[in-house]
């Protein structure tokens, strides 16, 4: 069987379209969003930004991909999102949707499960136009250079998401490690990360191309994210609430959703370990 594909080849082969179809297709009322794993990621998303304060912060989004789902919980919080990826493809497909082109894929179920979680169904369509006001921009993004946004220059932001990024990007765990601390130097001190990834997936499927994924367990999620200065971990898992992914189109064994506080650096001197 052939090497499941890496980033060399996203540009040619990862076609956004067909991913958003096999991964954010729902009904035109978000109804399935109810039930499915996407539909867990967008409501525990919901409730990790309830407690941000609206309006003031700055939200970046790490390898968006095509993909406005999960950009629309942070948006009910920030007036300021950064999206970003490494895909031409994924770029474009994000750049029709915020210019409003007819040819873009259609979210209207994703806004109107948003807007029903608050009840407010019939006011749908201002979700879509907040989300469309705060994407400020979408950047091209490389978790394996040194500096993953050059020649982009911002200062930190106040939350850093990331969704099936970091482990499709990385190559192993050291990598997976680099990836965490290149992109938190992007991230305040104190500023919040939420990391949501697959446990133990080694491939996800787009359409009939296989694509690499870094295996990874739990434990080491968290023992790179406190490697990178992390601490105050919130972690829930799709099994938890009998959610999984689909099985035809990865092997990942769980889904887990970590959230986690930069830490301020250690002065120098002996490691000071965490108080039990
Ligand atoms: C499985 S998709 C996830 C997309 C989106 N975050 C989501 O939740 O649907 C993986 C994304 O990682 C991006 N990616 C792959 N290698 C990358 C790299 N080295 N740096 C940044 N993004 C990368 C791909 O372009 C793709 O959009």
Request: hydrophobic share 35%; net charge negative; charged share 30%.
């Amino acid at each position: 069987m052939s090497k499941p594909k890496t980033r060399y080849d996203y540009g040619r082969d990862f076609n956004a379209r067909k991913y958003l179809e096999q991964y954010y297709k729902t009904d035109d009322d978000g109804k399935g969003l109810e039930t499915n794993l996407s539909g867990f990621i967008f409501r525990k998303l919901n409730s990790l930004f309830e407690a941000c304060p609206k309006g003031k912060g700055r939200l970046m989004d790490v390898g968006t991909g095509p993909s406005i789902a999960y950009l629309i919980p942070g948006s009910l919080k920030f007036h300021y999102i950064y999206s970003t990826d490494f895909t031409p493809g994924c770029r474009m497909e994000l750049q029709m949707w915020c210019a409003g082109d007819s040819a873009a894929y259609d979210w209207i179920g994703y806004f109107k499960y948003a807007a029903r979680l608050d009840q407010k169904e019939e006011e749908w369509e201002d979700y879509e136009e907040r989300l469309r006001n705060s994407i400020i921009a979408i950047l091209p993004c490389d978790l394996m250079c040194s500096d993953p946004l050059v020649p982009e220059k911002l200062t930190p932001v106040d939350v850093l998401t990331a969704s099936f990024t970091f482990s499709v990007a990385a190559d192993d765990y050291d990598d997976f490690e680099n990836c965490l601390e290149r992109m938190s130097e992007y991230l305040v001190v104190g500023g919040t990360l939420i990391l949501t990834d697959w446990i133990d997936a080694s491939y996800y499927m787009v359409d009939d191309e296989k694509f690499h994924v870094c295996k990874l367990t739990e434990e080491e999620y968290l023992k790179a994210l406190k490697y990178a200065g992390y601490s105050e971990f919130e972690i829930s898992k799709a099994s938890d609430s009998n959610v999984s992914s689909n099985s035809a189109l990865t092997d990942a064994q769980d889904v887990i959703i970590i959230k986690a506080v930069k830490k301020p650096p250690l002065p120098d001197g002996p490691e000071v370990p965490d108080s039990p």
